[in-house]
C-alpha cells in the first residue's frame, strides 16, 4: 500500500549530536531508524468509517480560520512528501488498513 509506505523514505526525526549525547540519545537515534512507536487504537470498521464520513468534520473545523489553518498545514504536508490528498471517491471501495477520520 503506497499510502502507508509514503512516510517510510521521510523523516523529521533526526537526532543533533547534542541530543545524542543524552541518555535518551540511543532512543531518538532508534526512532529516527524505525519510527516513532504509537497506539492509535483498534482499527476502524467500515461501518465506524462511513459515519464519520456521514457526519462530517466538526463545526468548529467549519471556520474560516480554521480552514485556512487545515490548508496550510495540508499544503506544507504534501510539499514535504509526508502526506498525499486523496479522494474519498477513489479510496472507497479499496481502504487502506488503519485508516481513521479526522
Same mark, same amino acid.
Given at each position: +500500500?503506497?499510502?502507508?509506505d509514503? !512516510?517510510k523514505l521521510?523523516?523529521?526525526?533526526q537526532p543533533?549530536? %547534542?541530543?545524542?549525547? #543524552? $541518555?535518551? !540519545?540511543? %532512543?531518538?537515534? =532508534? &526512532?529516527?531508524? +524505525? !519510527? *516513532? /512507536?504509537v ?6 470498521t467500515? =461501518?465506524?468509517i ?6 462530517g468534520? #466538526?463545526?468548529?473545523a467549519?471556520t /474560516?480560520e480554521?480552514?485556512k489553518?487545515?490548508? =496550510?498545514d495540508? %499544503? &506544507?504536508? *504534501? $510539499?514535504? !512528501?509526508?502526506?498525499?490528498? *486523496?479522494l474519498? =471517491?477513489?479510496i472507497k471501495?479499496?481502504? /487502506?488498513? +488503519?485508516?481513521?477520520i479526522?
Amino acid at each position: +500500500n503506497d499510502i502507508a509506505d509514503l !512516510g517510510k523514505l521521510l523523516s523529521l526525526m533526526q537526532p543533533q549530536d %547534542t541530543a545524542k549525547a #543524552h $541518555a535518551f !540519545g540511543p %532512543t531518538l537515534e =532508534e &526512532y529516527a531508524v +524505525n !519510527g *516513532v /512507536p504509537v497506539d492509535c487504537g483498534e482499527d476502524w470498521t467500515r =461501518e465506524t468509517i462511513d459515519a464519520a464520513i456521514a457526519r462530517g468534520p #466538526h463545526q468548529s473545523a467549519m471556520t /474560516p480560520e480554521a480552514m485556512k489553518l487545515f490548508q =496550510e498545514d495540508i %499544503t &506544507y504536508q *504534501v $510539499a514535504a !512528501g509526508f502526506a498525499r490528498v *486523496v479522494l474519498w =471517491e477513489d479510496i472507497k471501495d479499496n481502504l /487502506p488498513s +488503519n485508516l481513521k477520520i479526522s
